[in-house]
């Protein structure tokens, strides 16, 4: 059965019935709009959009893997300000041949990637378009604490990640080039594997400045350096390539750091601290913050494959 | 100059220019997420998706119409539950080959329609498609009052509408029989007029339930008498047609009430209020809650154009 024949009104009904109420929803979908508990009086807001044959492909993932990603991307987005994300508002675009099964298993995957933070979703809206698209909307709590911004990296301070670095990117060229193992680097482009709680504990260790890694490594520690105006100084062999990646790169003929240094998608997030803070959990030092401007690996500026930029 | 040409980093650094943070905005676009001010400890929260072809063309529309309904239909969405709209997050998806004054001048229209409403744009995310598609998620502040739900409408309530029913149809059906004029009915159509106020002081007024009428009066009641397991009884002639609006119906063939009874878009709220509620300002009575479930107009069941639903 396809969405053409269950119908707008048929198909929000399905996807309703298989989303389970987060603990901040306070009312959610089914009325002209939800209500999102924010206990600190504010509430963190981030949207973010993937887009067929840009940012999936259907036959390289499934509905579920996309539904994940979709979150995950904004998910990471709340961490990323030190917050915990609440709350999900999905508005999904499709063709009317789309099986309402898929539809179906992106919800689901949706409200998988939320459970593991207690968030859900809780509205969204669904419309017909030649290209399939679902736009994400994430809200958050930053439980009284300060938004870390991409703006207070301060010189001295050290540069830290949390989560996995290349590991989709290393999936996804596994995929383009027409293979679909190593089987974890390929997972790894399906369905990352953001380091949420590292978001808002990095708040408490006192992170300075804290960014998504969504671009790549160097471009966005680069965005941050620009919201800072400050340098920063990586060291490569500080970024773990894992055997099964420079195995992977060394049979594509790949440098595994253009995965590392250069590839999105995993969620990685990126912050600084000062020089003396205690780093615990999934935080390791990866480099420092100077003065200057502009971020170098092992002293010379990066000139791999470089971020991901659209339109171009 | 394209917006494939100034890259998606280009874009956002001038549409970021254009944007004014209103009152409720304590952090505003280019971190990872933006914050926003939720003084009761709750938010509100709606998203809506306009994609060309189906929710506008840009032959009929400027660019700063589309971003004026894009908002509209967000902020009408916030207002239906008697709240004040204090933030909107807007995802674009656009072929390489958009101008940038295209994307600007959408920019200016969600400014615009935002400012109306003390709120403003506070982050969002760019994307290439093949598809140009606006995903936009509006927040809003219910100042303490409960939200006013679909589902709260009691036997004996009266019916009452703000804002205008039928004009953007007609404007419409004018554009896609290839007129121009009436001027007043072509404009309703490219840019809508939502009574926002008019949600608050509902709420204030008692409403029992209320609904942004964006699938057509007859249609969104009949999801309001679901939600709240009742019928309602609307009396036609309490609707009023504008000379202008049945003149051009008579032009055009066309019952003027199909416009007034199933046309969306004009995002005109409906409520139901206590029978001693003493209404004021934009609401009037045009029909009446009973027992039973479904609408009738004059005592039948409305059997005209009926509301537009999608994939069908």
Redesign the interface.
């Known amino acids: 059965m396809t969405?053409?024949?269950?119908?707008?009104?048929g198909?929000i009904s399905r996807i309703i019935a298989r989303t389970v109420a987060g603990p901040a929803c306070?009312?959610g979908p089914?009325?002209?709009?939800?209500?999102?508990?924010?206990?600190?009086?504010?509430?963190?807001?981030?949207?973010?959009?993937?887009?067929e044959g840009?940012?999936f492909r259907r036959d390289w993932s499934t509905a579920v893997d996309v539904g994940r990603r979709a979150a995950a991307a904004n998910l990471a987005?709340?961490a990323?300000?030190g917050?915990v994300p609440t709350?999900l508002?999905?508005?999904l675009?499709a063709p009317?041949d789309l099986e309402v099964r898929w539809a179906e298993q992106l919800a689901d995957g949706l409200n998988d990637e939320c459970a593991l933070v207690g968030a859900s979703v809780?509205?969204?809206?669904?419309?017909?378009?030649?290209?399939l698209?679902i736009?994400v909307?994430?809200?958050?709590d930053?439980r009284g604490g300060e938004?870390v911004?991409?703006?207070g990296a301060r010189p001295g301070d050290v540069v830290a990640v949390a989560g996995r670095l290349g590991w989709a990117a290393a999936g996804h060229t596994i995929l383009s080039r027409g293979f679909r193992s190593p089987r974890k680097l390929v997972e790894a482009h399906r369905r990352p594997e953001p380091p949420y709680a590292a978001g808002p504990a990095g708040a408490r260790l006192g992170a300075t400045s804290?960014?998504?890694i969504s671009d790549g490594l160097v471009a966005d520690l680069g965005h941050l350096c620009e919201?800072s105006g400050v340098a920063i100084e990586l060291t490569r062999d500080a970024c773990e390539v894992p055997p099964q990646m420079s195995d992977a790169a060394a049979a594509l003929g790949v440098d595994p750091y253009d995965w590392v240094l250069a590839g999105g998608d995993d969620h990685a997030l990126a912050a600084t601290f000062p020089a003396n803070a205690d780093l615990t959990g999934e935080w390791r030092v990866i480099g420092r913050v100077r003065d200057g401007s502009g971020v170098t690996v092992d002293g010379k500026l990066y000139e791999g494959a470089g971020g991901w930029?659209?339109?171009?």
Chains 1, 2 share one sequence.
């Not at 969405?3 to 009104?9: N, V």
């Not at 909307?137 to 958050?140: F, H, I, M, Q, Y």
Request: with cysteine.
């Open positions: 969405i053409g024949e269950t119908g707008e009104f198909l306070l009312l089914g009325d002209d709009a939800a209500v999102v508990a924010a206990p600190d009086g504010r509430v963190a807001a981030s949207t973010d959009v993937l887009v840009r940012h987005d709340i990323a300000m917050a709350a508002l999905v508005a675009c009317p809780v509205g969204g809206d669904i419309s017909s378009s030649p290209t698209t736009a909307t994430a809200l958050g930053l938004p911004r991409r703006s804290m960014i998504d919201a930029a659209h339109f171009r």
